[in-house]
């Protein structure tokens, strides 16, 4: 259990903060890590088992990185792409190969001190075996490696993304939501196999992002980036509204949807700063917009 019940009980607002456009998702998230954290869970499972569906750059990742950076941390994120594990001896990487090499996953464990996030992103992208693997973790929180040693996963949550059906969200402009909901978990049912489904403990969509929420969200980034870079430099940065349209405008992509738009922004303001330091060297900058 939580020494400081401050993280526990300011975790909605801290996420709130941090997530824009998903407010269906955020408190049955919550939900499940306070439990976890007071130790209601099953002692036998995961502290909390999550199913993160929706398009790229929704939030699906950052919600994860978000929540364990605040109960514990970022360094005890475990972030595997399963992009990379789409053949059959991506087991052997995973648990070791014989019983002289360490696989990822012991490695990764180790790591975190095994406790904190173990976040599997595009799972649907994993070979069979490897979801069979997933199967065993979410029901019993237990893995044997190649060299017989068993990790125990009950202090971790487990995350695992996935993007199917995100045509769909995204073309569907008229839709009911519940509607689009069990469309996309019907889908994921059948992609990720229905007993692996079964398993997850929470399953959430995410939701396409709208302009008002990209604007919101493009605005928080330019002020974390301008908050940086004013910790490192004694340069006062100022910027109007329709700097936020177009930064906004700039970074996010109809595909890939806010994903870009932190780079977007870095190299923006970077420039601005690395061009005033080399030449006018002035105290003070305003951000505009770049004319084309």
């Given at each position: 259990m939580l020494r400081d019940l401050d993280v526990l009980t300011g975790l909605g607002t801290a996420l709130e903060n941090q997530i824009k456009g998903q407010p269906h998702?955020?408190?049955?998230?919550?939900?499940?890590?306070?439990n976890g954290e007071l130790g209601l869970t099953d002692p036998d499972r995961p502290k909390g088992t999550f199913l993160f569906l929706g398009p790229t750059g929704v939030g699906k990742t950052e919600l994860t990185l978000a929540f364990t950076r605040h109960l514990f941390g970022e360094e005890h994120l475990v972030r595997l792409d399963m992009s990379e594990f789409q053949n059959q001896e991506a087991v052997g990487?995973?648990?070791?190969r014989n019983e002289h090499e360490a696989g990822l996953i012991a490695k990764r464990f180790a790591a975190v001190k095994g406790k904190g996030t173990l976040l599997l992103d595009e799972?649907?992208?994993?070979?069979?075996?490897?979801?069979d693997l997933l199967l065993q973790i979410l029901d019993a929180a237990r893995v044997t490696m190649a060299n017989g040693d068993t990790l125990d996963l009950s202090?971790?949550?487990v995350v695992c993304t996935s993007n199917i059906a995100a045509s769909a969200m995204l073309?569907?402009?008229?839709?009911?939501?519940?509607?689009?909901?069990?469309?996309?978990e019907s889908q994921a049912q059948a992609?990720?196999?229905?007993?692996?489904?079964?398993?997850?403990q929470t399953v959430n969509v995410f939701d396409r992002l709208e302009y008002e929420v990209q604007l919101e969200i493009a605005q928080h980034l330019?002020?974390?980036e301008i908050a940086n870079q004013r910790s490192r430099t004694e340069i006062k940065i100022s910027y109007g509204p329709k700097l936020v349209s177009f930064l906004a405008g700039q970074g996010v992509h109809p595909r890939l949807g806010v994903r870009p738009l932190r780079g977007c922004i870095e190299r923006f303001v970077r420039r601005a700063?690395?061009?005033n330091l080399l030449g006018t060297q002035k105290s003070e900058i305003h951000l505009t917009p770049i004319e084309p």
């Open positions: 998702v955020l408190p049955q998230v919550v939900e499940a890590l306070q990487v995973l648990l070791g799972i649907e992208k994993a070979h069979p075996r490897v979801l202090e971790l949550y073309n569907a402009r008229h839709s009911v939501r519940s509607t689009l909901v069990r469309f996309v992609q990720l196999r229905p007993e692996v489904f079964a398993r997850f330019l002020d974390r700063l690395r061009e």
